[in-house]
């Protein structure tokens, strides 16, 4: 079959994750919240997480929005990755990520199941779609003041 | 000539445009991913013919220098190909006289020219600006502005379920304080051919003045600018066959003499005092700054090249295309097409969405066999809010594509559905 040499970029995983993502809806209560968005072709994503209460760890984290499948497998894959991560393990994650999207190394037996997304490295222009949710989950993480109504897009736009 | 309706132009199945002209357009030997280059995203951008590249480079080899500013015989030489060009370009259009001929940087600025220099001088708070639901990003941020500034309302024409404009909604919107419609010849998204001769006489009939983005029409079908009465056009020249980097605003003499200035800089003076300045006359006063001189030769020479083919040829090769992709597009299943589903009632160009399958996905697919769509929002965020679409995907073909292309295209679309039903179901 001709498409075949797409099945690298859409393994069945991310198929799956497209139909029927785990991690979709929102959390209650929500302690940060944040909207990523591509711009040029109108992708959104709304993140939403809860922490614990010393505001050190990620209790749990959902994702509601509209996108391709690269990038809502991405944030599906994302929020079971990042779930009881502390804040600085979740930003490492977040910095892997996308180091592994510009051609970098997989991750670890561990997070194996982000190397799903490794594919996505050879057609640059998807590499902001599966980084839409990442990017969104740093701002959500780094913001000095913890958001709760995630009011502002943050703009994928530049970012790789 | 008017452009709408624009079944009555003869068919000529013996001429296959295609295989004349594909020859004169050096990127189309290009293979994508292993296969021949499917360019199908004309909308976007058009290809350029070697005529037009070969006269840029002309330009460059031997006659580069700044235009209106030596008495050197390079000076004038390049002076007489910038000019040159706006004749020809006047003709294209049948402007009245090339003075009319403003260029601009796209057709963006050539919209942003009118805004701020017609727009922000000469409405007020409760005046009312008439765009459609269909109109680009860029003929409708920059009236935003406007209304912002001046306190000016925004109205919008509505569409039919069909994909059409509203006339009976438009002729509601239209009273004695509408002082502007500012509307699309042919939406980039719904591909649909608006009866923009027939509404600018409505507008006029209230005193209001007319804007047409004819950035989809001019590089497809004639565009008479007379007939159409339109006080203001605009276009860009990189979607005729022309370079990036020109556009041109076509205006109405005596309203672009009453038009202050948008840019300040050289060229655009008469005298300069420490404290003031006069002005030069049209159409130099709103090209401030050394202008895109290599490019407007290269626009000549795109018009010449679509001129010496004939629009009318253009067109009626377009709708052969677009009523084959339209109908084999409609036999997939799980398609959704917007816009009239009569070729006969729509330009070049093809939006749709695929049942669970994003756009971008798919474009990814094509992308593999060579195939270039677009996918998005084709700079028409409100108007996708307003069909409940989050993006959509689009074909747009030009005089170049073939016959064989659509089928090639429906081939593989009909393979990148079945591959997504398949890993979805």
């Known amino acids: ?160 | 000539m008017a452009v709408s309706p624009l079944s009555s132009f003869k068919l000529d199945h013996s001429f296959d445009l295609a295989a004349q002209v594909r020859s004169d357009f050096p990127i189309l030997q290009r293979q994508i991913n292993g296969h021949p280059l499917i360019y199908f995203d004309n909308a976007a951008t058009s290809q350029k013919p070697l005529a037009v590249l070969q006269a840029m480079d002309h330009y460059y080899r031997h006659c580069n220098a700044n235009v209106h500013r030596g008495v050197h015989t390079l000076s004038n030489e390049a002076t007489d190909a910038y000019e040159g060009a706006r004749e020809k370009i006047a003709r294209f259009v049948n402007a009245p006289s090339p003075q009319e001929i403003i260029y601009t940087r796209n057709a963006s600025e050539a919209i942003n020219l009118v805004a701020y220099s017609w727009g922000l001088s000469h409405l007020e708070r409760g005046d009312e600006i008439v765009l459609s639901v269909m109109e680009h990003h860029s003929n409708l941020i920059p009236w935003q502005w406007v209304a912002q500034r001046t306190g000016a309302h925004l109205k919008f024409i509505q569409i039919t379920p069909e994909g059409e404009l509203d006339l009976e909604h438009y002729r509601s919107l239209l009273n004695d304080r509408t002082r502007l419609v500012a509307v699309t010849q042919v939406s980039n998204m719904l591909g649909s051919i608006n009866p923009v001769q027939e509404m600018t006489e409505l507008a006029h009939r209230y005193g209001a003045k007319v804007l047409l983005d004819a950035c989809q029409s001019v590089p497809h079908m004639p565009v008479d600018v007379q007939a159409l009465n339109c006080d203001w056009l605009a276009f860009s020249g990189h979607k005729m066959c022309g370079p990036t980097g020109i556009g041109v605003l076509y205006g109405r003499r005596e309203l672009l003499r009453a038009m202050p200035p948008f840019l300040g800089g050289g060229e655009m003076i008469a005298d300069v005092y420490w404290d003031h300045a006069t002005y030069a006359d049209i159409p130099h006063k709103f090209e401030a700054g050394t202008p895109a001189i290599a490019q407007a030769v290269g626009l000549g020479a795109a018009v010449d090249y679509l001129s010496q083919i004939g629009l009318e040829q253009v067109h009626a090769h377009e709708q052969r295309l677009i009523a084959r992709l339209l109908d084999g597009i409609q036999r997939i299943a799980g398609i959704t097409v917007y816009g009239p589903k009569d070729p006969a009632r729509r330009a070049g160009l093809v939006s749709f969405s695929v049942e669970a399958v994003h756009p971008h996905d798919l474009s990814t697919l094509l992308d593999e066999q060579g195939i270039a769509i677009r996918a998005g929002h084709h700079c028409t965020q409100p108007l996708h809010r307003y069909l409940r679409v989050q993006s959509t995907a689009r074909a747009s073909v030009y005089l170049y594509n073939t016959l064989a292309e659509v089928d090639c295209f429906l081939d593989v679309l009909a393979e990148a559905v079945e591959f997504f039903s398949a890993a979805l179901s």
Request: glycine share 6%; with cysteine.
């Open chain 1, 1 to 160: 079959m001709p498409l075949d040499n797409l099945r690298g970029l859409y393994q069945q995983v991310i198929l799956e994750r497209y139909k029927k993502p785990h991690n979709f809806g929102r959390v209650d209560p929500v302690h940060r919240h944040q909207r990523g968005h591509n711009p040029s072709c109108g992708d959104t994503i709304d993140l939403t997480l809860q922490l614990d209460p010393s505001q050190e760890r990620i209790v749990d984290i959902k994702f509601e929005g509209a996108g391709c499948a690269i990038a809502l497998a991405s944030a599906d894959l994302m929020a079971d990755a990042v779930r009881g991560r502390t804040i600085p393990e979740a930003l490492q994650l977040v910095e892997r990520f996308q180091a592994m999207m510009r051609g970098g190394e997989e991750f670890p037996r561990e997070q194996r199941a982000l190397n799903a997304m490794k594919g996505v490295a050879q057609f640059p222009v998807r590499i902001k779609c599966a980084n839409l949710a990442w990017h969104a989950l740093k701002y959500a993480l780094e913001s000095p003041e913890p958001q709760a109504d995630g009011s502002a897009f943050v703009s994928n736009e530049n970012t790789d």
